[in-house]
């Protein structure tokens, strides 16, 4: 019997969680391993806690586990500050090289290896569906988490493309739950105003609120995944996440026969999604252009 260890960063009761988990025992099955019978997982949510990755990441190390699978930057630090030995695989990481949890993304050279889930330069992408959906949108706030490194390069990435788009952007920063109700009024007070809600552990647990204060103050709102357009809404442009998960069973698998993490490489996402919530756009007052129509991989009516 072998012992995965999961250290996640959303709720256990969140069905977007549910679902990833579900994607990786499945990818798991696929390579011969069965939960209760020769692997056993172990599960932690840390719902977006510092406090829980920290007493999370102790608890799992401490089971002994075989590898862990970690979701986010702060899981990985906080297993990596309890463990440099037991291998870790990770989902939902930004920057792993500049974060300091691997030497480089061809050969990590420590512990952890796994999947990076965006290329910062494509989150300008978001300020371009934001504008093609909603074409009378000449301010945008992007949401982002300042105490991740990967909000200064969102939002960088999104200003290179606003004069050109003819938007004026600024951030919007969010630290703790407290802050998202305040943050989203604001931005709604200045006439023909929209959203950018970029990816982040806080935004994931409380994506719902999210998602209900932009329908609240008439926002169009782009996210930075497929969950939140089929949560309301009303488009999303971002990775395929439970793919991500089925990979990352892949890994685990080929680490638990004898690879090792430091020779594996991190690997980009091969999949992004472009999702449309008709049924906000109405709400919203928009007209969706045939255009993107086309383009999007889901439309939701």
């Known amino acids: 019997m072998r012992r995965i260890g999961a250290l996640l960063n959303l709720a256990a009761d969140d069905p977007m969680g549910q679902a990833r988990v579900a994607a990786f025992v499945q990818g798991l099955q696929a390579a011969g391993w069965s939960d209760g019978r020769n692997v056993r997982i172990d599960t932690r949510w840390a719902a977006a806690d510092p406090g829980n990755y920290r007493k999370y990441a102790a608890e799992l190390i401490a089971l002994g586990p075989d590898i862990v699978l970690a979701s986010t930057t702060a899981a990985v630090a906080q297993l990596q500050q309890a463990s440099r030995t037991v291998p870790i695989v990770f989902i939902s990481v930004i ?149 991500q998960y089925r990979r990352a069973a892949g890994y685990v698998d080929r680490i638990l026969k004898g690879e090792k993490p430091a020779g594996l490489p991190v690997l980009a996402p091969t999949q992004y999604d472009l999702v449309l919530n008709l049924k906000t756009a109405k709400a919203l007052g928009l007209t969706v252009p045939d255009s993107l129509l086309a383009r999007a991989d889901e439309v939701i009516e």
């Not at 999947?115 to 949108?137: D, H, I, N, Q």
Request: hydrophobic share 45%; net charge neutral.
């Open 95 to 243: 920057d792993p090289v500049g974060s300091g949890l691997i030497a480089s993304m061809a050969r990590p050279g420590g512990n952890a290896t796994g999947f990076t889930s965006f290329e910062y330069g494509l989150s300008a992408k978001w300020l371009e569906l934001l504008k093609e959906v909603a074409p009378r949108v000449t301010r945008a706030g992007v949401l982002r988490d300042p105490a991740l490194a990967s909000g200064p390069a969102y939002f960088a990435a999104v200003q290179s493309v606003a004069p050109s788009l003819g938007v004026d952007v600024s951030p919007v920063n969010v630290r703790d739950a407290s802050e998202i109700e305040p943050a989203i009024a604001a931005v709604a007070r200045s006439a023909n105003s929209g959203l950018i809600v970029t990816g982040s552990a806080l935004v994931a647990v409380h994506r719902h609120r999210i998602i209900a204060l932009a329908a609240r103050h008439k926002l169009p709102a782009v996210y930075a995944e497929r969950s939140y357009a089929n949560d309301g809404g009303l488009i999303s442009y971002g990775p395929d996440f439970l793919d």
